[in-house]
């Protein structure tokens, strides 16, 4: 792009088409006070705060909105612009309740700052303010009315960029507020990703959470990454006193691959470290009973147990390298099963054409044109990822083509989004191979050709992930794609780990399932069995060992019980999907697992190399469907994965349903079925849902619970078979 | 002459003459324990928490005082109260370290925190110099009671 210079309070600015006077001089370190200008939102001009004065032009104009064009003079202090501002700030403060002793935003206020700065020093006004005085309060969140200078940052936000709109300006004039459709988030749709708190400049929308609890300035800021799941995203967790009061996300400022951005676990799931299920002692089983312990004595009955005897390791796939690595010295890495198992399976298709276990990162997606997602409810598993391509496709204007099974909310920004059954998975991306050796290829379907064309002699960024990656074909469809990345030459293939580690696990240990488990000590870390490894029996051993911060239902299988921490407590690296990301402790916890493996005796381990058979063809679906059959996805809502609303009182607030979504054709009117699995049936309330695709159904849960164990079987989580009983 | 100084005591006279100068004056010497001096109007004592006229406390846990101070003395915990409102879990002030110097009360943007005039605050073991916000509140009554009197 050509650039071109322009004048900015004497200053020459080099200047790129299509950018702002605002952007240029924030660049060159020329400050211009903003209220509804914000980075990451579309411009919108709103509060006239930014006005300057344009050589030439009779009125000032504002500087957030206004393009920069070539030889223009731009002047962001004369007496002018300086008189404007402030009575722009005065019109504000006129009706703003200056409560800031009490305000939780006071401190990190941008009202307070520019205010302070640009503002008249006395107000003329002699009228009383306006009470609105309307406050809205929903489970987490809470608006003040009373706070808001109406900068519409909220709104575009949520509607914008979180493709959410779940907030809007009711009334006109004086009398607006800010308001979730029908007054309720929860009814509105809100998903609590806290982006609009974020951004709100003034103390208007607040985390409920925080209110009232700590004055901003006083906190200690730990800069650490969010484990509750694969995005890896970087947030502030603030602390007083060594206890956390509260997570931001900062967007704008924070520095990482998610840009502030935050779900609904990173952002309220914090107090998982304050839960009331959190184990305070080591736990020893005496007969029936299980006793308190010390950790010394623990220690002791471990060395003795373990000494000489194969391990079974059930590893989750949260935890750090330096833990990880701890575990592979102590316990050995080949007799280990994981949930990061179906991850490593892609990970093993891809390697099977290109020859390596690698997968690029996520930040490939910036460098190419097209992004070809494969893979369903990234949303719900990875919300900021999903996030995050929204934004490529809003912010950058990238084209998004998604392949899968089921309809998600990336389809409401994509290109095109090719939803069909399960089993076709496989065939549709076989057109797409098609498509890139014969330009004159057609699949029939005018919209597969549209797609495929979309694609020729771009640079391609493909991801894989969501529940696709529970899917039995995993592996053929990450081969299938790979090989159709290679043939396409320009594009890079990224897997969306779906927990914070899974990376990391793949790399350290080799994964089995675990009915190959052969040890004679079970040794679980930091897993829930029901959660990490449905229906799947713990194997018979002598002694099983337990690893893990809350009393979960595995206890009552455990000989011995040891607490361990959770993530905000953690110092270490984990395998993100940017590149290594960096934990630092914000508390300080009891129990530190690193701590407790270092002082049990390290083994020698053999790892045999792990050959690669490269095969250099698409994979074939393994998926064959009977009559009468439905797929089923059993899906984690995103309030429940990682059990985050199960531990967390916050995110408890605002946790889904358990309900099974069906077809109108397969639901037949029904408002409960019964499914029928290998195993066991379940009845479950039924949604109506005409967006799925016949022959498919969302088992929506909040947590996985014993009575799924007849229809699910770990690895697989979705795309299993089930009936639906006739009555 | 020699023997007049001798007999009359000359010298002892002199040398008391002080003495019998002040002899009969007003006494300027307080008793302290047993006296004691009224302090000054804007004398400088151990802080209080001002209340209501309803006997709610007036501080907001703004932490105002506390970031004034030069000394770090106070700290406090906030929280919502039951009906929405800011509410003080603990308001904390170390007495050990405060320099009387009176930047906290300036800053009180809600005229919540003063300073009584008790000076007399020593006790036996330091963690008794740490107040709490009963013992402010408490402080807080007897500065307002004394207040009034006046
Ligand atoms: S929004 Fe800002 S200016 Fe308004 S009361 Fe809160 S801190 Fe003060
Ligand atoms: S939390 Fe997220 S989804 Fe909810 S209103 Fe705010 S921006 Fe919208
Ligand atoms: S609530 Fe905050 S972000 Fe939304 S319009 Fe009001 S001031 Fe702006
Ligand atoms: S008197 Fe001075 S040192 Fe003592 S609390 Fe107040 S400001 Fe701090
Ligand atoms: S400055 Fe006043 S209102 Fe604020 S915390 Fe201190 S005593 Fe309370
Ligand atoms: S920042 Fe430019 S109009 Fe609000």
């Known amino acids: 792009m050509e650039s071109f210079k322009i004048i900015i309070d004497g200053k020459e600015c080099e200047a790129y088409p299509g950018e702002t006077v605002l952007e240029v001089a924030e660049r060159n370190g020329i400050v211009i006070p903003v209220f509804c200008y914000h980075k990451e939102l579309r411009p919108e001009g709103a509060c006239r705060v930014c006005l300057v004065e344009v050589e030439g032009a009779p009125r000032l104009a504002t500087a957030c909105t206004l393009r920069a064009m070539p030889d223009m003079v731009v002047k962001t202090n004369t007496e002018r612009v300086k008189k404007a501002r402030a009575g722009v700030i005065e019109l504000i403060l006129n009706n703003h309740t200056l409560e800031c002793p009490i305000c939780d935003k006071a401190g990190e206020c941008e009202l307070q700052m520019v205010g302070f700065r640009y503002g008249p020093k006395k107000s003329r006004y002699r009228e009383p303010r306006r009470e609105k005085d309307i406050v809205i309060q929903g489970p987490l969140i809470e608006i003040d009315n009373d706070r808001c200078i109406l900068c519409r940052r909220c709104i575009r936000m949520c509607g914008e960029n979180m493709g959410n709109r779940v907030l809007g300006i009711f009334n006109r004039g004086y009398k607006a507020y800010i308001s979730p459709f029908n007054g309720d988030f929860l009814e509105g749709g809100c998903e609590h990703c806290g982006s609009c708190i974020d951004v709100c400049p003034v103390g208007s929308l607040l985390d409920r959470a925080f209110k009232y609890k700590d004055r901003p300035w006083r906190m200690e800021k730990t800069w650490t990454t969010c484990t509750l799941c694969g995005s890896g995203c970087k947030m502030e967790v603030d602390t007083y006193h060594g206890k956390v009061k ?37 736990l020893l089983k005496k007969g029936e009973e299980l006793k308190e312990i010390s950790l010394e004595e623990a220690l002791r009955i471990l060395k003795e147990k373990i000494e000489g005897k194969e391990i079974n390791l059930f590893l989750e796939s949260s935890l750090t390298n330096e833990e990880l690595s701890k575990l592979s010295a102590v316990f050995g890495n080949t007799n280990v099963t994981s949930d990061a198992l179906t991850f490593s399976l892609a990970v093993e298709g891809i390697a099977s054409i290109t020859g390596e276990r690698r997968t690029a990162s996520f930040s490939s997606t910036e460098k190419s044109d097209v992004v070809f997602v494969i893979g369903d409810f990234i949303e719900e598993v990875n919300p900021v990822i999903a996030t995050l391509l929204r934004l490529l496709v809003i912010q950058k204007g990238k084209r998004l083509i998604r392949v899968g099974s089921y309809p998600s909310k990336l389809d409401a920004v994509a290109f095109s989004s090719l939803i069909v059954s399960p089993e076709e998975v496989i065939d549709l991306l076989k057109h797409f191979i098609m498509g890139t050796i014969d330009l004159y290829y057609s699949s029939g379907d005018r919209k597969i050709d549209s797609a495929a064309k979309a694609l020729r002699n771009k640079k391609v960024a493909f991801i894989i992930g969501g529940t696709t990656l529970f899917s039995p074909d995993i592996k053929e469809i990450s081969q299938t794609v790979a090989y159709l990345a290679d043939r396409m030459g320009n594009a890079t293939i990224t897997v969306i780990p779906p927990k914070a580690n899974s990376i990391g696990v793949t790399k350290l240990f080799d994964l089995k399932p675990p009915e190959k488990l052969k040890g004679s000590v079970n040794v679980l870390v930091n897993t829930e069995l029901e959660r990490d490894f449905p229906g799947i029996e713990l194997p018979k051993a002598e002694f099983t060992v337990v690893f893990t911060p809350f009393y979960t239902h595995d206890i009552a299988k455990a000989d011995l019980v040891i607490p361990i921490e959770t993530g905000v407590e953690k110092e270490g690296k984990v395998e993100g999907i940017e590149r290594t990301l960096d934990l630092k402790r914000a508390v300080v916890p009891k129990y530190q697992l690193t701590e407790i493996i270092s002082q049990l005796p390290y083994r020698e381990g053999s790892r045999e190399k792990r050959e690669l058979k490269i095969k250099k063809k ?55 079925v019964t499914l029928k699995g290998e195993h066991g049936e379940l009845p479950i309330s039924v949604v109506e849902n005409d967006s799925l695709i016949p022959g498919t159904a969302v088992l929506r849960v909040e947590r996985v619970t014993r009575d799924l164990k007849g229809l699910v079987k770990f690895p697989f989580t979705s795309n299993f078979k089930c009936r639906i009983a006739e009555e | 002459m020699e023997l007049l100084k001798k007999v009359a005591f000359l010298d002892l006279l002199k040398g008391m003459k002080v003495t019998l100068k002040t002899m009969l004056k007003p006494t300027v010497t307080v008793h302290y324990p047993f006296e004691k001096v009224e302090p000054r109007k804007r004398f400088r004592g151990i802080h209080a928490l001002k209340l209501n006229p309803d006997g709610s406390y007036r501080c907001e846990a703004c932490y105002l005082c506390a970031e004034m101070c030069p000394s770090n003395v106070i700290d406090m915990e906030m929280t919502e109260g039951k009906d929405g409102k800011k509410e003080l879990v603990d308001f904390t002030v170390d007495l050990t370290r405060c320099l009387f110097c009176g930047l906290c009360v300036e800053a009180c943007p809600r005229d919540a925190i003063v300073m009584t005039d008790i000076y007399e605050f020593s006790k036996y073991s330091p963690d008794k110099l740490i107040l709490h916000k009963e013992d402010l509140l408490e402080l807080g009554r007897y500065y307002q009671r004394k207040e009034r009197e006046k």
């Open chain 1, 246 to 282: 509260r997570v931001v996300g900062r967007i704008g400022i924070n520095n990482g691959h998610n840009r502030g951005y935050l779900c609904v676990r990173g952002k309220w799931g914090w107090d998982i470290v304050y839960s009331d299920k959190r184990l305070k002692k080591p």
């Open chain 1, 618 to 672: 698409p994979g074939e679906s393994i998926l064959s469907g009977e009559k009468g059959e439905i797929y089923f996805t059993l899906l984690v809502n995103r309030t429940g994965w990682n059990s985050v609303s199960y531990y967390s009182g916050n995110v408890a607030k605002v946790a889904g349903r358990r309900e099974l979504h069906l077809h109108p054709e397969d639901a037949k009117g029904r408002k409960i």
